[in-house]
């Protein structure tokens, strides 16, 4: 029994800082890519299609976008409404700060890195228990 639970231990030590990192740096990575996102309080409007947002970027320029069915339930009835637009990128907009993607791969990364520090503290406690 021993045995077993040193090699599970250890694999669970293993795994958990390997992937670990490698999820810590695919984080990095798609928060490098996701860019720069600046909070603006934007005007919604009523169009043809449906509905959209206006607003002025930090360079004065005036941006569009099309409301999703999901942001416009968000948004509700309101005529104006906080949200990110990205920088250096004409008409983008969205309602939180942060990507999805890269707040769900950074949870995992720090779930799983976690894990292998946590065994690999249980391994050097049993180390110095059986000692």
């Given at each position: 029994?021993?045995?077993?639970l040193?090699?599970?231990?250890?694999?669970?030590?293993?795994?958990?800082?390997?992937?670990?990192?490698?999820?810590?740096?695919?984080?990095?990575i798609?928060?490098?890519?996701?860019?720069?996102?600046?909070?603006?309080?934007?005007?919604?409007?009523?169009?043809?299609?449906?509905?959209?947002?206006?607003?002025?970027?930090?360079?004065?320029?005036?941006?569009?976008?099309?409301?999703?069915?999901?942001?416009?339930?968000?948004?509700?009835?309101?005529?104006?409404?906080?949200?990110?637009?990205?920088?250096?990128?004409?008409?983008?907009?969205?309602?939180?700060?942060?990507?999805?993607?890269?707040?769900?791969?950074?949870?995992?990364?720090?779930?799983?890195?976690?894990?292998?520090?946590?065994?690999?503290?249980?391994?050097?406690?049993?180390?110095?228990?059986?000692?």
């Amino acid at each position: 029994m021993s045995n077993a639970l040193d090699a599970l231990i250890e694999i669970f030590t293993w795994v958990g800082l390997g992937a670990g990192s490698l999820l810590t740096l695919t984080a990095v990575i798609l928060l490098l890519a996701d860019g720069t996102w600046l909070p603006v309080r934007a005007v919604v409007e009523h169009v043809e299609g449906g509905r959209v947002v206006r607003w002025f970027d930090a360079d004065g320029g005036v941006n569009e976008a099309p409301l999703s069915a999901h942001d416009d339930e968000k948004i509700g009835r309101a005529d104006m409404a906080d949200v990110f637009y990205r920088r250096g990128t004409a008409n983008r907009m969205r309602l939180t700060r942060s990507s999805p993607v890269v707040r769900f791969v950074s949870l995992l990364a720090a779930g799983v890195l976690g894990l292998g520090v946590v065994a690999f503290v249980v391994s050097i406690v049993l180390l110095f228990a059986r000692g």
